[in-house]
């Protein structure tokens, strides 16, 4: 049975006039099931508040679009409170509770991608809510509630049973949320639009990668990430990932044409990417994409925290490890045609500008 890797569309799950919750189904995209991977979004409109929850996968957060406030409380811990901005992406390991909170005109919209191989159900992200009309509290008796928080029967019914919502509830205009503190982001968020470039080639693109140096939390998640950024009609090199790792991309803006090739130099797929599509690329499969001329952007994690790549084009590419003697060989030519294809792309990295 051939594996289905075109690009999906998230679907809503839940929402209201505070927002809205998106996921991407592996009844849909297989291969999150097949690679134990779990992508949702959640899009905040203005006063839009997502309810405490912790989650049965460690995840990375990015932020899409927008501004606002994420409470991050981690086991044992104090509730960090930070301001949060499009390019900002935030480790989330097992056993934190966040909230997020949106108090701008602008949709805010946050990606999630993490590990589902200890989740309740492979591919797919459960979310325990601590309060609302699905809180976890609503399901043990008033006795037990009473005598957990020390209170009295008709207390215990109105902090349980006053809210209503679901998820995501809308706040008044006045409703006062905590302040975030500057030194709260301290090691919990990276912003990708300011961080330094791994990468950076005129006409080419860039590249920023988050690892355990830039971003210590990621070694707790077990996943490394990369924004990258391809310049109109630019083309990012053939590669695949050494270390068994599954790539998984986010197309944030832009379109462009993708090329997937697989087992006995088959290609898996040939397709257009736009925002907002999710694909998967299989471990030890060789993937490459060209930009439109409006260029492509796109957020991938990667199963690994510290991920390592071989590129098969470019001045980094193992064909220029390789002896002429073996190149010839393998490709069963000259040695006119193998030093002609030594020549090119020297100095080119792993973006390649537009030809002339």
């Known amino acids: 049975?051939?594996?289905?890797?075109?690009?999906?569309?998230?679907?809503?799950?839940?929402?209201?006039?505070?927002?809205?919750?998106?996921?991407?189904?592996?009844?849909?995209?297989?291969?999150?099931?097949q690679g134990n991977i779990g992508a949702a979004k959640l899009a905040l409109e203005k006063n839009g508040f997502a309810l405490p929850r912790y989650s049965d996968s460690s995840k990375v957060a990015y932020v899409l679009q927008?501004?606002?406030?994420?409470?991050?409380?981690?086991?044992?811990?104090?509730e960090k409170v930070i301001a949060i901005k499009e390019g900002d992406t935030i480790a989330l390991p097992f056993g934190v509770v966040t909230w997020w909170y949106n108090k701008e005109d602008t949709e805010l919209v946050v990606l999630f991608m993490g590990d589902?191989?200890?989740?309740?159900?492979?591919g797919e992200f459960t979310d325990f809510f601590l309060t609302g009309s699905n809180g976890i509290f609503t399901g043990f008796s008033t006795e037990f509630?009473?005598?957990?928080?020390?209170?009295?029967?008709?207390?215990v019914k109105t902090l349980v049973g006053k809210q209503s919502g679901k998820g995501i509830v809308k706040l008044s205009d006045d409703f006062k949320m905590p302040e975030p503190k500057k030194e709260h982001r301290e090691g919990m968020a990276l912003?990708?639009?300011?961080?330094?470039?791994?990468?950076?080639?005129i006409k080419g693109g860039r590249v920023v990668v988050l690892n355990t140096k830039n971003l210590p939390l990621v070694g707790e998640v077990g996943l490394g990430a990369d924004l990258v950024r391809l310049d109109g009609s630019a083309m990012?090199?053939?590669?695949?990932?050494?270390?068994?790792?599954?790539?998984v991309t986010y197309i944030v803006r832009g379109s462009g044409r993708v090329q997937v090739v697989g087992v006995d130099g088959k290609r898996v797929l040939e397709t257009t990417v736009k925002g907002g599509n999710l694909f998967i690329v299989p471990r030890f499969f060789v993937v490459s994409k060209i930009a439109d001329?409006?260029?492509?952007?796109?957020?991938?994690?990667?199963?690994?925290?510290?991920?390592?790549?071989?590129h098969l084009a470019g001045r980094t590419s193992v064909w220029k490890a390789l002896s002429p003697q073996v190149l010839e060989a393998a490709f069963n030519v000259e040695s006119d045609v193998e030093k002609e294809f030594r020549s090119k792309r020297t100095t080119s990295e792993i973006f390649f500008a537009p030809p002339n």
């Open 293 to 310: 001329p409006e260029g492509l952007e796109w957020f991938s994690i990667i199963t690994t925290p510290n991920p390592i790549f071989t």
């Open 66 to 78: 927008g501004s606002g406030v994420a409470g991050i409380v981690l086991p044992e811990s104090e």
């Open 145 to 155: 509630v009473g005598r957990a928080w020390d209170l009295k029967e008709n207390v």
């Open 236 to 247: 990012c090199s053939p590669g695949f990932s050494c270390d068994s790792a599954l790539q």
């Open 1 to 33: 049975m051939e594996l289905d890797l075109s690009p999906k569309l998230a679907t809503k799950v839940y929402g209201g006039d505070g927002g809205s919750y998106y996921s991407w189904a592996p009844s849909e995209l297989p291969m999150l099931r």
């Open 191 to 201: 912003n990708c639009l300011e961080a330094p470039l791994d990468v950076d080639i």
């Open 116 to 122: 589902t191989s200890k989740a309740h159900k492979a």
